[in-house]
């Protein structure tokens, strides 16, 4: 059985993009994006929302082959060859090994958690959240950049009530600390 887990890079005041919803938090550097490659390679399904997946294709892209760094072509090949299901009513189509759903998604996570080893990630805090009211989530990994956004999307859902019982915490580069909860 498949451990559900949700992280996010997230600014000291809980939000993971803007008032304006861009990602306002700094580009990880060279040794944190190694932290996210490995992250990716152990991620046996990625579960997205809408928009996170439509920032994530910036991946998908040629370009991301020849006008990018090392750490970054690394992170760009485990992202394509990671299967994602990506939830949304709004969309016509997705990339390659992409499955889109528009069905249950709660019914969806609870059918991969059943059939699948190892890890799947949920990006995007709307799935996130709909799946957490549903008891789905393992852990929550909140990767707390030292910057304040002062408003935005947030980590956790307005309205979104969990106890949760710390794992672990680690320093990572670029001072972003790593927080790790399951629920209790």
């Not at 490659?37 to 020849?66: H, K, Q, V």
């Not at 949304?88 to 699948?116: F, I, M, P």
């Amino acid at each position: 059985m498949a451990r559900i887990v949700y992280s996010m890079l997230m600014s000291l005041d809980g939000y993971i993009a803007g008032p304006g919803g861009n990602i306002d938090l700094p580009v990880p550097g060279e040794e944190l994006h190694r932290h996210f490659n490995e992250d990716m390679r152990r991620t046996a399904i990625a579960l997205c929302g809408r928009r996170l997946y439509e920032t994530m294709r910036f991946w998908d892209s040629p370009e991301r082959e020849t006008a990018a760094t090392e750490v970054e072509r690394d992170f760009a090949r485990a992202w394509r060859e990671t299967p994602k299901i990506v939830f949304s009513t709004t969309l016509g189509e997705v990339g390659a090994n992409a499955r889109l759903a528009n069905g249950d998604a709660v019914a969806t996570a609870r059918s991969l958690k059943a059939e699948t080893e190892g890890q799947i990630s949920v990006g995007g805090a709307g799935l996130a959240a709909h799946l957490a009211r549903a008891g789905l989530i393992d852990e929550y990994r909140l990767y707390m950049h030292p910057v304040v956004l002062g408003g935005g999307k947030p980590y956790f859902q307005h309205g979104s009530s969990l106890t949760l019982t710390p794992l672990g915490r680690e320093r990572l580069s670029q001072g972003v600390t790593l927080l790790r909860y399951a629920p209790a």
